[in-house]
């Protein structure tokens, strides 16, 4: 019988100073990691130039500082939704041996990234995982009008989790996992890969690589046009 997939992150509203571990994140960051390597140029110390990861809905911070310290030319960007989750990003930002975490940002991906600062063709890597299908589709349209117009040209976007493709779940436990959700929020619910290329053509973004995950996962690699 497959494993069940990252459901389980815990409730975040009685975390406010403390550094989190959320089980699946603990998981699943190593083999993010190894994708990651494939696609992530870093060559360089940490300086004005060095590319920018920006990472969308940080949740406990776990991933970029698991990922940060490989890849010590890349400047990491955490942000989050929930500001009773920056004491957790923060303290794994500090924490972070290569000191090239930034302190998180206050950030809803519905919004248009000007709003934070962010300046259009600017950002080298966008990075999202486990947001989209545990978000109204509003979120998911953000994240792809945004990574359309504030990355760099031919930049990546890098994004994890649960999908369906050609409007089929697989296998039950991901059958299950979207029942759940969508009892949970009815808004809620696995993302269809199709649906996420269309959206992305109608933003400049083309999927160029989809990697099956442990845990009936997967990563999916965008490119701007
Ligand atoms: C299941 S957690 C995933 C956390 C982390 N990326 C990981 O994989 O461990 C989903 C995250 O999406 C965030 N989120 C929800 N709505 C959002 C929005 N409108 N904009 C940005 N992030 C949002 C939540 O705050 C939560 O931290």
């Not at 400047?75 to 930002?93: H, M, R, T, W």
């Not at 975490?101 to 919004?111: A, G, K, M, S, V």
């Not at 117009?149 to 930049?155: D, G, Q, V």
């Not at 083309?206 to 995950?213: C, G, P, Q, V």
Request: with cysteine; net charge negative.
């Amino acid at each position: 019988m497959s494993k069940s997939n990252d459901l389980f992150y815990g409730s975040c509203e009685s975390y406010k100073g403390e550094k989190l571990i959320y089980p699946a994140a603990t998981r699943n960051q190593e083999p993010i990691l190894q994708v990651l390597k494939r696609f992530i140029i870093s060559d360089t110390d940490i300086n004005d130039e060095s590319p920018t990861f920006v990472e969308i809905s940080s949740g406990s911070g776990q991933h970029l500082a698991h990922f940060a310290p490989h890849f010590p030319g890349v400047k990491f960007q955490p942000s989050e939704v929930d500001e009773n989750l920056f004491g957790s990003i923060s303290i794994y930002a500090t924490q972070c041996p290569t000191k090239n975490i930034l302190q998180p940002i206050l950030l809803d991906i519905r919004n248009k990234l000007s709003c934070y600062g962010f300046e259009e063709n600017s950002i080298d890597y966008m990075y999202n995982a486990n947001m989209m299908h545990i978000t109204p589709f509003e979120c998911t349209l953000g994240l792809f009008e945004n990574a359309g117009k504030y990355l760099k040209s031919e930049a990546l976007m890098i994004t994890y989790g649960p999908y369906s493709k050609d409007g089929i779940i697989t296998p039950q436990s991901n059958i299950d996992f979207d029942i759940s959700l969508r009892q949970r929020d009815p808004l809620w619910g696995l993302r269809d890969i199709n649906d996420l290329v269309r959206i992305g053509e109608e933003n400049n973004l083309s999927l160029i690589d989809t990697i099956e995950m442990p845990s009936n996962n997967k990563t999916l690699i965008w490119k701007k046009d």
